[in-house]
């Protein structure tokens, strides 16, 4: 379960990504590949991406599928409840939360009414905050 799984997460130098999907969100489907890349390019240096599902009606299978069509590769949890979105305020998918080694919130974004590609809107938030929070 992702409440479990948040509190496992102890390695002292890991920033953790933490994205609240739904398979039925065209703005999550547009951005996927772009997660994936960062996934990829920050993974090897201590970033940690989780991603959550808050929707219970909304089948975990089918969203880990097309996440890893899209490129997504990174574990993806139910949130029952959706008790971890609710905690974090996370207020709608996709909601990007970016935490730091010592679990302190961050950054957050939430993709709504985008103009343009949402798959390069991620950039201004997760990759500048990304490398801003490993040197920290």
């Known amino acids: ?20 999907y739904s398979h039925r969100c065209p703005y999550n489907r547009a951005f996927w590949g772009r997660i994936g890349e960062l996934s990829r390019e920050y993974g090897p240096k ?28 990174h574990p993806i949890y139910r949130d ?7 905690a974090l305020g996370a207020l709608a998918t996709p909601h990007m939360l970016v935490i730091d080694a010592d679990r302190v919130l961050r950054g957050r974004h939430r993709f709504t009414a985008l103009v343009g590609d949402p798959g390069q809107r991620i ?6 905050l990304i490398p801003v929070r490993i040197a920290a």
């Open 46 to 73: 201590g970033v940690r991406f989780l991603g959550a599902n808050p929707n219970r009606k909304e089948p975990l299978d089918g969203l880990i599928e097309g996440a890893a069509e899209a490129g997504v590769l």
């Open 1 to 20: 379960n992702l409440g479990n799984t948040l509190r496992q997460l102890g390695r002292p130098a890991e920033v953790l990504v933490l994205g609240f």
């Open 123 to 128: 950039d201004p938030l997760i990759a500048v």
């Open 80 to 86: 029952p409840g959706p008790a971890v979105a609710d």
